[in-house]
């Protein structure tokens, strides 16, 4: 039987290669994302087309729109995972940061894993089915030490807080819940920020990047596939006991 996953964000950066690597395995995928013309490109560009992958727009923070994606697909392919992926940063330093950017990125990030989570989850329960969840955190959600990110680390401490809590309660269900928690991610939403912290610092983008990559162990970028191979492995039989875990998906860059 093919088992049916949605991923959110995916019409960029990591989650469109969660998305492949996906259908590239035994998956059949609901690409989503805000801009569901990016979701629709994704979806008609995986591998293996035959398992009839799909596409919708889907605004994470919207707990009506998550809960009408995950009912329709658990009614019509069956819900089996979801990976709650979509997230937003902006940079400031703390003391200059808007609070209506802080309420912005928690939104997206931590009230978006909220309600995906528990839409999710939901039709699994209602349905009997013993399924995976993988939010995308981030090596920042484990550290603060990270400049001008101070709303996007709250947000993220709380989504590795959050997955422990699904974990916890979803137990009893079957339903297994982790997250990965990415480093320098070579992405968009990584040269908007290497733009923004260049200017943060008083230097080149190029320079941005060289301190990514002296502080990586491995001593590369990391790419968006390095990130989607170890949800692939949390959403396989291999990791049918893990749950409650934030997997450090880095390079080196952040050991805990
Ligand atoms: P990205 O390339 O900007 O992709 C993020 C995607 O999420 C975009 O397609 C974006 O759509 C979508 N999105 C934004 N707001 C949304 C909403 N309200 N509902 C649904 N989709 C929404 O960024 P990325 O680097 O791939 O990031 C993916 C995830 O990895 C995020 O959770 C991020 O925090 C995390 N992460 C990234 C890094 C990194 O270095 N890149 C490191 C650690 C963790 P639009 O483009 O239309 O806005």
Known sequence: MTRTVVVTGAGSGIGRAIASTLAGREWRVVVTDLDGAAAADVAAALPNPDRGHESAQLDVTSAEAASAVASDVAGRLGLHAWVSNAGISFMHRFLEAPVERYQQTVDVNLKGVFVCGQAAAREMVRAGVAGSIVNTASMAGKQGRVPFLADYVASKFGVVGLTQAMAYELGEHRITVNCVCPGFVE???????????????????DGVRD?????????????????????????S????FITGEALAVNGGAYMD
């Open 211 to 235: 301190m990514m990559i002296g502080d990586t162990p491995l001593g590369r970028l990391e790419q968006p596939e390095d990130v989607a191979r170890a949800v692939a492995f949390l959403l």
């Open 187 to 205: 992405t968009p939403m990584q040269s908007r920020e290497l733009e923004w912290e260049a200017q943060l610092r008083g230097t080149t983008t």
């Open 237 to 240: 039989d291999d990791a049918r």
